[in-house]
Structures are given as C-alpha cells and as structure tokens.
C-alpha cells in the first residue's frame, strides 16, 4: 500500500495558501521558448489548478522563437537592434502567423479534460481579444522600429469583467491601434502594463532560469527592489528584461513579482503553496521592519507591552527584567515605533514557549501578529525545537486559527509547570514544528 503520509502533510500544510490565494488576480508571462519545452504541459495543468482554487488568472505570452521560425521558412531575415526586433512589413506577416498559432495551442491546452487527464471537469473558458491598445516605437537613434511597439493602454475594466465572470483571459505579445493596426510587443511590456492597470496581486514570470543569483552563483530567494537595482547591472540577456520588469511593477504599486523557471516541474506550485518556495521573489522595500531586539528597544517595548499589562492579557514585566530578556525578542518596528513583538523562550531540548506576543493598537488587523508568528516558527525550527507552546487568557480563538491545539498544564515541560499561575487560569495551545 503506498504511503500518503507525505502527500496528506503537504495538503494540509498548503490550505492557508489556498485560502490566501483565493479571489486573488495573478499575471502570469511565459516566453514563447516555455511552450515548446516538455513541462509546458504541466505549467497548463498547474495554472488550470490556480484557476479550479479560485485564482483570477492573466495570461501574457511571448512568440520570438515561433516568430523566428515563420521568418525562416518564408526566408526572411529580421533586423534587431538593442534586442528589439525591427518589425517591417514582411516580418510583421510572421508576427501575425506565429502569435495567431501560439494562441490556439494555449487555448487548446487548456481546453483538455479527457478522463484521467489531470484537467478533467476543470471546463477551462479563456477568452482573447483586443484588449491591449498599442502606440509605434517610433525612431530611436536613428532607426526606425516600424511595426514593432509599446503598450498604450490595457483594458482593465473589460478583463476585471471577465475574470468576474470566472474566465481565463490570455493576452498575447501584440497590441492593436485606434487606427487599426497591429504592432510587435514585448512580453514584458505586456505583461507589466496588465499586472499594474489590473492591480495585480502578484506578477509571475518565468524563464529558463530559476530565478536570480548573486554574485557567487547562488540563488536569491528574495529581494527588495533596493536591493535588486544594485544588483540589475550585472544581469544579461532575458533575465534582464525580467529584473528590470520586476522593478517597474513593483515601483508602480504591485506588491509581489515572482521570477520562476518553467524547466522545473511543479515550480509554480512550489512558489505559491510551500514555505520554502522556489525561484526569487521581488518586493516593495520592506516599510516595517522585522527583526531581533536590542538593548535600544526596551523603552519601545515597555510602552507597547504596558497597556496589556494594565489589562491582565499579559504579565507585567519589570525593565530590569526585560533587559536580561531582551535577547529573546522580536520585534517589528515602523519609523522608530515598536509596533509588534513577540518571544521564544527555551524549556527542553524539543519544546520552548512562545510568550508576549503583542501588537500595537493602532495597527491590529494588519498581519503583523503572523509575521511575528511565522518568525518564531523559523527560528525555533532553526534551533530543532520539535514544539511549541503558548499560555493565553485572552487570546485563544487567535492562536486556535493559526494551527494551535488545546492542551493541558500536566502537558507543559515540569519547569513551567512549576511556573504556571493558577489564580490566571490560563490556557494552554500547542503546535508542532
């Protein structure tokens, strides 16, 4: 009999991510490399999935290898110049031909679902059209781009109506003018305008690479767009496109851009439903800052901690106290504000106690009390702690939503135990790691 053991995990594991994700709008942009490697038919049935959980999907994609090859067999020779294709008359034929096919063969695909297919009863609807409006790239330096172009304007509202109406829109690398001609884009270009007018949740890219590497070639995983500028001038060829994408997106007020490579299999599913993820994830910089406690944050912590205190959700604790402490902390803080902390306190070598968890008033309701969460989680499983434990009077039903299990005091490790104040009458969650 085969052990679903793992399997069960993973999907138990994953439902927060499924219920996080839902009702959401992502733009996903593939190249038209990814539709002729062999995961292509898995990257369709992971996108049909997001589709079948509720995500509202944008699909944006490219065709220069299957323009290419229509030029070649009407033995055209297309001109580039700064990586941009000249589109002339003759190319813009091919322009035509290619994305025409590429979109009947992403329409077909998701068009699958015979039985035993892992798309059937999924009764996928896409829907194209002439949503992206296009403008001439006009005559840089010198030379003229012709039929080659830059996004105008996309049609938010006709696809927001659409993806109302639960439907899969694909966008493809061309744009029609008021004039009523038709001009070469750029995936990129597309699929950043889509993803900002649209007000995307997210934007996913993919490429053949994972992701981005440092200057030692190690993966990425995340970076703030700060961070990223510093680093964009060493990037070449496709993967620069996407940075610079990244950016843009980011700066324009979409929260998240994932950059992701479609040679790996399931790298989709891991990004959006895993706590490790894959590929690298760009983001605004961080305006609140998450990280450990110092001696300087005493005072700030004092004053957040106070008003608990005064109400009996939290022990008091002396500065005396918290200073010896302090070293167990985390805190979030925004312009010089202590507005969340929390602590993790050892017991034994596979439990320790997650203690004085506690966010500002003024910004409760904002996801600050699970960043912190998930923060004390890293680290104890960091530190192979195998438990973890919390005491609460106020706070139950919060830690319950967020994985805790009720237990009792005799389940404490006997030093706590000795510790536990019955006149408080706390109760006691646990959860493992």
């Not at 839902?22 to 995961?39: C, E, Q, S, W, Y």
């Not at 229509?70 to 190319?91: C, K, M, P, Y």
């Not at 830059?150 to 493809?172: G, M, P, T, W």
């Not at 008091?316 to 010089?336: A, C, M, Q």
Request: proline share 3%; glycine share 6%.
């Amino acid at each position: 009999m085969t052990d679903t053991t793992a399997y069960v995990q993973w999907f138990r594991q994953s439902s927060p991510y499924i219920n996080a994700h839902r009702g959401k709008t992502f733009v996903i942009m593939f190249d038209g490399d990814a539709l002729v490697h062999p995961n292509f038919d898995t990257l369709v049935q992971d996108m049909a999935l997001l589709n079948s959980l509720g995500v509202r999907l944008v699909l944006v994609h490219g065709a220069r290898p299957q323009i290419d090859a229509v030029l070649e067999r009407l033995d055209i020779t297309s001109q580039f110049h700064n990586d941009l294709r000249i589109t002339d008359g003759e190319a813009l034929r091919a322009v035509k031909a290619a994305v025409g096919m590429v979109k009947a063969d992403i329409e077909s695909r998701l068009s699958v679902g015979v039985p035993g297919s892992p798309m059937h009863g999924a009764r996928i609807r896409v829907v194209s059209g002439n949503f992206v409006t296009a403008k001439p790239l006009g005559v840089i330096n010198g030379v003229d781009y012709q039929h080659t172009g830059e996004v105008r304007r996309i049609e938010h509202q006709a696809i927001k109506s659409l993806l109302d109406q639960q439907n899969v829109v694909l966008l493809s690398c061309a744009g029609y003018s008021p004039s009523g001609e038709m001009f070469n884009l750029s995936v990129e270009d597309v699929a950043q305008h889509a993803a900002v007018s649209l007000r995307a949740d997210k934007l996913i890219a993919f490429s053949d690479q994972d992701g981005l590497q440092n200057s030692d070639g190690e993966q990425v995983h995340e970076l703030t767009c700060r961070q990223l500028e510093d680093m964009v001038h060493s990037l070449k060829g496709s993967i620069r496109w996407q940075a610079d994408m990244a950016m843009r997106c980011v700066r324009q007020g979409v929260p998240r851009v994932h950059l992701l490579s479609y040679e790996i299999d399931g790298a989709l599913l891991q990004e959006l439903f895993t706590r490790e993820g894959e590929g690298t994830l760009i983001s605004q910089e961080a305006y609140d800052q998450l990280r450990a406690a110092n001696i300087d944050d005493v005072a700030g912590i004092l004053e957040l901690l106070k008003p608990l205190e005064e109400q009996g959700i939290l022990v008091r604790r002396s500065r005396e106290l918290l200073e010896t402490e302090i070293h167990r902390f985390f805190v979030i803080e925004r312009d010089g504000l202590i507005t969340a902390c929390a602590a993790l306190y050892p017991y034994t070598d596979d439990d320790a106690e997650l203690a004085c968890v506690a966010v500002h008033s003024d910004y409760r309701g904002s996801s600050r009390g699970e960043r912190l969460l998930e923060q004390i989680e890293q680290e104890a499983r960091k530190r192979n702690y195998k438990q973890l434990f919390v005491l609460t009077t106020r706070t139950a039903h919060w830690f319950v939503e967020h994985g805790f299990v009720a237990g009792s005091v005799t389940s404490l490790p006997q030093e706590k135990q000795k510790l536990y104040n019955m006149q408080r009458n706390s109760k006691v969650f646990f959860k493992g790691l």
